[in-house]
């Protein structure tokens, strides 16, 4: 067969045709708007058969390539509408379209509107692949396949795909897929009758774990994210555990207004065996029908005024810890609070009420507390400030109807208490360096009952009203002093010039209020922490728990910087202080709660490369009749192949207990974790954490990862050691699909 090459060129809106041999000429700049700048661009066609131009339509055959601006199409035969811009392509058809890619034995593309009909047709644009009988664009950047699949597997034979009858895909936004059949390989394992996919989130959008375990026998739950569009997420669980039973539940992310932010989640489970207790801590009696329901909502009201609403419904105090381990650790005891908060330029105003929902918990109910706070605003031009507080509530303390292990239950007591807080400022810088701010404040505060009466259960009286006032007053004191040595520099390290900053400081505070705080029992008393409280106010906000008080912090400030990259970074960051108590407090026993040297704080951050950081957060005793605590942590990351964690919490010498009157033991936990990449297809991680007070050691784990092109593997085994209750050997095998599903198979001993 004879061949030749031929470049026909066709200038938009022209009924002329002009053949040439040799380089494409170059395109053409658009004029005008979007449609009339692309109906400008010349269009070139180059093939290896013949070519014609007939009353506009311009055909050509074997190897034809269209140029249309950036489009390109290939195919075996195009017939081209010069006036339409529209190409009829038949043969092996491929487009590509910016970052999208078509594929088809038959295709109708406009190159303006884009626009395609087509039978037999594929697309690419990652990171999605679809596929179906064929497809049309009823708008633009919207496509209408039937009886198709999608798949992010980028092969010819994808290892999964999402079978459906009808498919709607919005690039660069979402997917919606009707009567969808889930295939792994060549096995139909999930049916839903609507499926919509997020193009803008990797978030997994179908989960299924199966396994058994000695707690909740054979296992299997299912999880199913829906985004129904930008404002709301579904996401739906249905579970199956052989000795507990049913259970499902649904949350919901939602966006009430512009900005907003809301979060519902519900969870039901009849469980057959409620009355399993896997802890060595005593339960008190629940019944079969267990639930946790959450409502979290931020609502804008207009400017500068907005609500929040916490509300959560628990069935018992237990449920987390049984079924939501996750929640657990970060959350032991659920709020219920409604607050409404107005922001001006220099106030806020803010109604918070506070209620006991679940009457398993210990609560302090404000209903409600009025406050009002005025932000440091000038006095005329003297260089003084002047900040205040004021709030009015009404408490009720609401005890826990568990009995646990005290025997009997508290009386509830309530009272109003009115509260105002005034304080001048005078902020000023002297001989250049020096910051010097002096402060004072007066305090007043009413209750309307002591409530001391009430210790006894069978007193009536909650006792009179009790008034105090508080005088307070201090200097804050602090200056730096810098140098920095230029020529030290380190291309290793990133190290070009270093800077040595330090800021001592001093924080004096007296405090001297009319009665303390055993002449009222209290509502927001403070808990006690291993950490230092803060000292003057408005930063100690608990009211009730004020004392006489003489203190000063005294501490000093460390940073070393360098540049990189035109910015200043922070090697080393060391805050160290202590408080010099001329006070002392004695507890009901008369026993000492503080010394006149209270610990060394430290807060310690090291890093000097993006790869090694060294971090400690140290509470030092100096008179060794408290607690010391000590969290230190080192990461090293050499490269992207290797990282290593090791780390050590020790808590000793504290003096307290739980809330079941349990004391709290000494602990010193030594925990290491190593991660390493093999290659781009293994990797491997190991956990291990170590009680050196009683030589256990605690948890080990240890994970082989498998990367298989479109799944990735898990293999992980781990031990946990719980003491006194039931230890737990833990062996699964985790399955996921990267980008959309996932699928998890464990078993537990």
Same mark, same amino acid.
């Given at each position: ?570 090697? $080393?960051?060391? *805050? ?6 001329? =006070? +002392? ?6 026993? @000492? !709660? ?120 898990? $293999?992980?085994? *781990? ?6 209750? =039931? +230890? ?6 985790? @399955? !996921? ?13």
């Amino acid at each position: 067969m004879f061949a030749f090459r031929a470049i026909l060129c066709l200038l938009a809106f022209s009924s002329c045709a002009l053949a040439q041999v040799g380089p494409a000429p170059a395109p053409a700049k658009p004029k005008g708007g979007e449609k009339h700048g692309a109906a400008s661009v010349p269009i070139e066609i180059t093939a290896d058969g013949d070519t014609r131009f007939v009353a506009g339509i311009a055909t050509a055959n074997e190897n034809v390539v269209v140029r249309h601006g950036t489009d390109l199409l290939y195919a075996d035969h195009v017939s081209y509408d010069v006036s339409q811009h529209i190409a009829s392509a038949d043969g092996n058809v491929r487009i590509y379209s910016g970052s999208k890619v078509y594929r088809g034995d038959h295709i109708v593309f406009n190159f303006l509107t884009k626009e395609i009909t087509s039978t037999n047709f594929s697309a690419a644009e990652f990171p999605v692949f679809a596929k179906g009988e064929s497809v049309t664009t009823p708008e633009p950047d919207h496509y209408h396949l039937t009886n198709g699949y999608l798949t992010t597997d980028n092969r010819a034979h994808p290892s999964f795909r999402l079978r459906a009858h009808t498919m709607e895909i919005y690039p660069d936004d979402r997917v919606v897929l009707k009567d969808v059949v889930l295939y792994v390989e060549n096995v139909p394992v999930f049916w839903v009758p609507i499926y919509s996919q997020s193009l803008k989130s990797q978030e997994s959008t179908f989960r299924v774990q199966g396994g058994s375990s000695s707690r909740f026998g054979d296992e299997v739950m299912a999880t199913f994210n829906w985004r129904v569009s930008d404002n709301l997420t579904m996401i739906f669980h249905e579970d199956y555990r052989s000795k507990r039973g049913d259970g499902g539940g649904l949350d919901m992310r939602y966006k009430p207004v512009k900005d907003g932010y809301g979060l519902f989640s519900g969870y039901y489970l009849h469980d057959k065996e409620y009355y399993e207790n896997p802890t060595a801590l005593p339960r008190s009696p629940m019944g079969p029908d267990r639930y946790r329901f959450t409502l979290q909502q931020f609502t804008p009201l207009g400017e500068g005024l907005e609500a929040k609403i916490n509300a959560n419904v628990w069935s018992d105090p237990y449920i987390t810890e049984d079924f939501f381990q996750r929640e657990y650790s970060r959350q032991r005891m659920p709020d219920n609070t409604l607050e409404v908060i107005n922001r001006g330029g220099d106030y806020e105003i803010s109604v918070l009420g506070r209620a006991q929902i679940n009457r398993f918990f210990d609560t302090t109910e404000r209903a409600p507390e009025f406050r009002i706070e005025t932000k440091p605003i000038k006095v005329f031009n003297t260089g003084l400030e002047y900040e205040s507080e004021t709030s009015m509530v009404h408490f009720q303390q609401s005890y826990s109807n568990q009995l646990y292990n005290f025997g009997t239950i508290p009386k509830a007591y309530s009272a109003d208490r009115w509260d105002t807080y005034h304080e001048l400022l005078y902020p000023k810088q002297y001989f250049g360096w020096l910051n010097v701010t002096p402060h004072v404040g007066l305090r007043g505060t009413a209750w309307s009952h002591d409530n001391l009466d009430i210790a006894s259960t069978t007193a009536d009286e909650t006792g009179k009203s009790v008034e105090r006032g508080v005088i307070d007053g201090g200097v804050d004191l602090s200056f730096k002093v810098s140098r920095t040595w230029t020529d030290l520099k380190s291309p290793t390290l990133g190290i070009d010039g270093i800077r040595h900053v330090v800021e001592p400081f001093v924080h004096a505070q007296a405090v001297l209020p009319s009665v303390g705080s055993d002449a009222v029992r209290g509502f927001d008393d403070r808990v006690a922490n291993t950490w230092a409280n803060p000292i003057g106010f408005p930063f100690y906000n608990s009211i009730d728990s004020i004392n006489r008080q003489m203190v000063a912090r005294t501490g000093v400030r460390n940073q070393i910087q360098t540049k990189r990259d035109g910015q200043n970074v922070t090697l $080393v960051d060391w *805050s160290v202080f202590s408080d010099l108590n001329a =006070t +002392s407090h004695y507890d009901e026993q008369n026993v @000492l !709660t503080d010394d006149t040297f209270s610990h060394v704080y430290s807060d310690f951050v090291l890093q000097p490369t993006n790869w090694l950081t060294f971090q400690s957060r140290d509470a030092i005793d100096t008179g060794s009749a408290s607690y010391n605590m000590y969290d230190n942590s080192l990461s090293w990351q050499p490269n992207r192949a290797y990282k290593f964690t090791l780390g050590d919490r020790l808590l000793e010498g504290l003096n307290m207990v739980d809330t079941y009157g349990l004391p709290i033991p000494n602990s010193n936990q030594v925990y290491f974790r190593f991660f390493y990449r093999l290659n781009e297809h293994w990797q491997f991680e190991t956990r291990h954490s170590f009680n050196t007070d009683d030589s256990n050691l605690q948890e080990q784990s240890y994970t082989v990862f498998r990367d298989m092109s479109a799944w990735q593997m898990g $293999v992980t085994y *781990s031990e946990i050691n719980n003491h006194e209750s =039931t +230890s737990q050997s833990v062996f699964y095998v985790t @399955l !996921t699909l990267k980008a959309f599903p996932s699928a998890t198979a464990r078993a537990v001993q």
